[in-house]
């Protein structure tokens, strides 16, 4: 009878939230472009799309969705402590950079924020996916090129699994852009998320 009780409560502790191994979380930490801004519902932007497709090819990954709309790479520094210690991911995917170019903002400063994330989250034993972004040429071509560059050089030296840029596929396409010409529309979400798969899923 007693070793019937002590297999009843493994059978129970194992069946228990805190014994069950924790899914691994990927956080995306972005901006307006990963939080869905302008989207009628936020179920149909890429990051939630991420999480239908992980259910659906049976990946028990929980995604975190950490993006706010008008972030910049100083404000995401400021808030990555906080959301790694809370969820502990496994992998990051850093969205970060896009307000800073449009706002014209030192390309030196945008560098050592975006490193300092990288360190953090590699400190936290997170793998970090890197995602590109550019800006309109009417920034200047110098500034525009330089800000585009700034991403890959990243990507190259750190050895970080990188998509050049985000919007590549949807950018120069009005039928996939809001009326801002800077937000991704509905239709465009599931070629956000074609783009980052490739990337992300040899790391799951």
Same mark, same amino acid.
């Not at 990963?34 to 259910?55: C, I, K, N, T």
């Not at 990954?61 to 991911?89: F, K, M, Q, W, Y």
């Not at 950018?171 to 009326?179: G, V």
């Not at 239709?187 to 783009?195: E, G, K, S, Y």
């Given at each position: 009878?007693?070793?019937?009780?002590?297999?009843?409560?493994?059978?129970?502790?194992?069946?228990?939230?805190?014994?069950?191994?924790?899914?691994?979380?990927?956080?995306? +930490?972005?901006?307006?472009?990963?939080?869905?801004? @302008?989207?009628?519902?936020?179920?149909?932007?890429?990051?939630?799309?991420?999480?239908?497709?992980?259910?659906?090819?049976?990946? @028990?990954?929980?995604?975190?969705?950490?993006?706010?709309?008008?972030?910049?790479?100083?404000?995401?520094?400021?808030?990555?402590?906080?959301?790694?210690?809370?969820?502990?991911?496994?992998?990051?995917?850093?969205?970060?950079?896009?307000?800073?170019?449009?706002?014209?903002?030192?390309?030196?400063?945008?560098?050592?924020?975006?490193?300092?994330?990288?360190?953090?989250?590699?400190?936290?034993?997170?793998?970090?996916?890197?995602? @590109?972004?550019?800006?309109?040429?009417?920034?200047?071509?110098?500034?525009?090129?330089?800000?585009?560059?700034?991403?890959?050089?990243?990507?190259?030296?750190?050895? $970080?699994?990188?998509?050049? +840029?985000?919007? @590549?596929?949807?950018?120069?396409?009005?039928?996939?852009?809001?009326?801002?010409?800077?937000?991704?529309?509905?239709?465009?979400?599931?070629?956000?998320?074609?783009?980052?798969?490739?990337?992300?899923?040899? $790391?799951?």
């Amino acid at each position: 009878m007693k070793r019937l009780g002590v297999l009843w409560i493994l059978c129970w502790a194992l069946q228990s939230p805190v014994a069950r191994a924790a899914a691994p979380v990927i956080l995306v +930490f972005g901006d307006s472009i990963s939080a869905g801004y @302008g989207l009628p519902r936020v179920d149909q932007g890429w990051v939630a799309l991420l999480q239908a497709r992980l259910q659906h090819e049976g990946y @028990g990954d929980e995604v975190i969705n950490a993006s706010v709309s008008g972030e910049t790479t100083t404000g995401g520094l400021s808030r990555l402590p906080r959301a790694l210690a809370l969820h502990h991911p496994a992998v990051v995917v850093l969205e970060l950079g896009g307000n800073d170019g449009l706002r014209a903002l030192p390309l030196e400063a945008v560098r050592a924020n975006l490193e300092k994330m990288i360190n953090l989250a590699q400190g936290a034993h997170a793998r970090v996916v890197l995602l @590109g972004m550019r800006i309109p040429p009417n920034y200047g071509p110098d500034y525009a090129q330089r800000f585009a560059a700034l991403f890959e050089d990243i990507a190259q030296k750190r050895k $970080l699994p990188f998509v050049p +840029f985000l919007l @590549g596929r949807v950018a120069l396409d009005p039928d996939q852009m809001q009326a801002d010409g800077i937000h991704p529309n509905a239709a465009a979400q599931p070629v956000l998320l074609d783009a980052v798969w490739p990337v992300l899923r040899p $790391l799951l």
